[in-house]
């Protein structure tokens, strides 16, 4: 496989692929390579984006705006069965490696193209990062507070557009080891495609009620009760039922609020969530005065979902993980830091957890497995086509 990534999406698309056994050569400009790299120098002087979803990768610079550099990734392409592009808008075209050129030139080659917006729409050339298409596809205006919306945390953009396109990376190898050939064999997958998705529910929920769900914060404006309360011992608890039952759980055996579970005015989901304030008043009260772990235990002994609000140095911590052995080591340039494995388990199969590359690390091996002689490899560096030695 090969990819012309940068940012998220294309290498968390790369990423989760070769996790699960694909080889990725990654081909960056030799002027700095995936700007991601620089973002800050967190892990070993290398930025925490790029060492998250770049491990495991061979990196080759290649000048592509120049015809020898353009040629020696055509001949990597003619031996690959996969390409993955997240350039800006029609920057592969201009680079002759549009889906349609590459139809072309080289007609067996599954070509997966990563976008902000997708062709044919007043905004398909506009520059595309996570908070920017967070806001457009409107996940930013139903997280948070009223009249305060937030961007989530997490780049849920990026990396449901990644998931996608490996996805759809995986669907057509599959198409081809069963003896079906798709012509071309390409797929694209925007960002705001991939968040218009993920805001099915409120969607849906807006076309047929004509109404904009307000955001509740740490909570959801589905359901209730679901939200976040201080406990007596300092922390934050999480609660929440999904469906009637659950709540007549939650007032009778966890609050101990007969009272509570036959009020008329709590009877059913709709109900609840018209008398959210009424709600987390008495049970933000009931855990003031409890600690975090009788809440839980309590909560478990109920049946009833709940969890600890954690910051991310706790979850580095987190028993789950570390019981579950869920860290590995893995190289860096600067050394070695921990990784999670990705997340799905396969029996009898261990990722690799390969080494975060050095930017052209790995490029002039890869060009002596396309057969260039030293002498050719040295000339092509003369040229700059490479680029400056690797370090």
């Not at 067996?108 to 062709?119: A, F, H, M, N, R």
């Not at 406990?231 to 609050?255: I, M, P, S």
């Not at 019981?323 to 070695?336: L, S, Y």
């Not at 002039?364 to 050719?376: D, H, I, S, T």
């Amino acid at each position: 496989m090969v990819s012309l990534e940068q940012a998220v999406s294309a290498p968390m698309c790369t990423r989760t692929l070769g996790d699960l056994g694909a080889r990725v050569i990654k081909i960056e400009s030799p002027h700095g390579g995936d700007f991601t790299r620089y973002y800050d120098d967190a892990v070993h002087g290398l930025a925490a984006h790029f060492v998250w979803v770049n491990r495991g990768k061979e990196s080759v610079t290649l000048d592509l705006k120049s015809a020898a550099g353009s040629e020696v990734l055509h001949r990597l392409l003619d031996r690959a069965q996969v390409f993955v592009s997240n350039l800006a808008p029609g920057a592969t075209a201009k680079l002759g490696l549009s889906p349609a050129d590459l139809a072309v030139r080289h007609p067996d080659l599954i070509s997966v193209d990563i976008d902000g917006y997708g062709p044919g729409g007043p905004l398909s050339h506009k520059r595309a990062y996570d908070l920017l298409v967070q806001a457009e596809s409107g996940a930013c205006a139903i997280t948070g507070l009223p009249g305060a919306p937030a961007k989530p945390g997490p780049p849920a953009a990026d990396v449901c557009t990644g998931l996608y396109a490996a996805l759809s990376v995986v669907a057509l190898l599959h198409e081809r080891a069963q003896g079906r050939r798709r012509s071309p064999a390409t797929a694209s997958v925007s960002m705001f495609d991939t968040m218009a998705e993920l805001m099915g529910y409120p969607l849906t929920y807006t076309r047929h009620t004509g109404v904009d769900q307000q955001p509740v914060g740490m909570g959801s404006p589905a359901v209730a009760p679901y939200g976040a309360y201080r406990t007596a011992d300092g922390h934050t608890v999480v609660l929440g039922t999904t469906n009637d039952r659950e709540w007549q759980r939650f007032a009778r055996d966890l609050l101990e609020r007969p009272d509570l579970a036959d009020d008329e005015r709590l009877r059913t989901t709709a109900d609840r969530v018209a008398r959210r304030e009424l709600l987390d008043g008495e049970i933000g009260g009931w855990c003031a005065g409890r600690t975090l772990e009788h809440i839980q235990c309590a909560a478990d002994a109920a049946g009833i979902g709940n969890a600890k609000l954690n910051t991310p140095s706790e979850v580095l911590d987190h028993p789950q993980l570390a019981a579950r052995d869920r860290w590995r080591e893995i190289a860096t340039p600067g050394g070695p830091t921990p990784a999670l494995l990705p997340p799905p388990v396969l029996p009898g199969y261990e990722p690799p957890m390969g080494a975060v590359p050095e930017l052209g690390s790995h490029t002039e091996a890869v060009l002596a497995e396309l057969g260039l002689e030293e002498a050719e490899i040295a000339e092509l560096r003369a040229s700059g086509a490479l680029g400056g030695q690797p370090r």
